[in-house]
Structures are given as structure tokens and as C-alpha cells.
């Protein structure tokens, strides 16, 4: 008998702590999942043509901008850096994009490089 006088205030005890912590806790709490950067490893150039573009902009869980480009042959994902020439082009048109409500997918064409002029030494008079 003395057994149970011991057991029910610690029960008790018990169900009032649970019931404390059930009516505390919020509907959100405990599925809060911090936002981390996606790109841990960014390349400066893609040679291989683009089919397909994702930016994300800084936030709270990450500190730069993120551009993932999806290579056409492989369909493989790869992370291209803000700061490289590539970047910064494709990060100026997506801005561009966003505002006139363009095609994105258009930031993913390749500039045309202008043919190169030749150099040609002038030649030197003799007399």
C-alpha cells in the first residue's frame, strides 16, 4: 500500500508537466528548418550549353546570390558563380527578365564573340 501512495503524486506530477508542455508549445514550433545555401562549390565558367536557369537571391540562411544552370547534354545541375563574367552577365539579364516579365531562359543564349580584326605591321619605307 505504501508502494502506491509514492506513485500517485509522481504520476500526477508527470501528467501536469506533459499537460504544461503541450498547452505551451505553439502549432509551428519544432518545424522551423533553416534555409542553408544550395551552392557550396560554384564554378566561374560553363562551356557547355544551358537549358535551364534557377537564381536565388540573398536571404537569411545565405548570405550571396545562387545561380544554377542545368547543362542541356548531361542534364546535370551545376552551381556557376556570381562573381565570374558568366555570372554576372546571366545575373544582369535575369534581373532584366524579372522586371519586363521576359523569358529567363533567354539569359542562358551565348553572346556572339566578334570576329577578331588582324593585325597588320606597317611596313616600313626605305629609301
Given amino acids: 500500500m505504501s508502494c502506491t501512495v509514492h506513485i500517485r503524486p509522481a ?3 508527470l501528467g501536469l508537466c506533459v499537460l504544461c508542455t503541450l498547452l505551451a508549445a505553439q502549432p509551428g514550433d519544432g518545424q ?7 551552392c557550396h562549390k560554384p564554378l566561374k565558367k560553363v562551356q557547355k550549353q544551358l537549358s535551364d536557369l534557377e537564381v536565388y537571391l ?4 545565405c548570405h550571396k546570390d545562387e545561380i544554377i544552370v542545368t547543362v542541356k547534354e548531361s542534364g546535370k545541375k551545376v552551381c556557376l558563380s556570381p562573381d565570374g563574367d558568366q555570372g554576372k552577365r546571366i545575373l544582369t539579364c535575369w534581373h ?7 523569358d529567363v531562359k533567354q539569359c542562358l543564349k551565348r553572346r556572339r564573340r566578334r570576329p577578331r580584326r588582324k593585325h597588320t605591321r606597317s611596313k616600313k619605307k626605305t629609301l
Fill in 32 to 38: 522551423h528548418v533553416p534555409v542553408r545555401c544550395v
Fill in 58 to 61: 540573398k536571404r537569411p540562411g
Fill in 11 to 13: 504520476l500526477l506530477a
Fill in 96 to 102: 532584366e527578365m524579372e522586371k519586363t516579365k521576359g
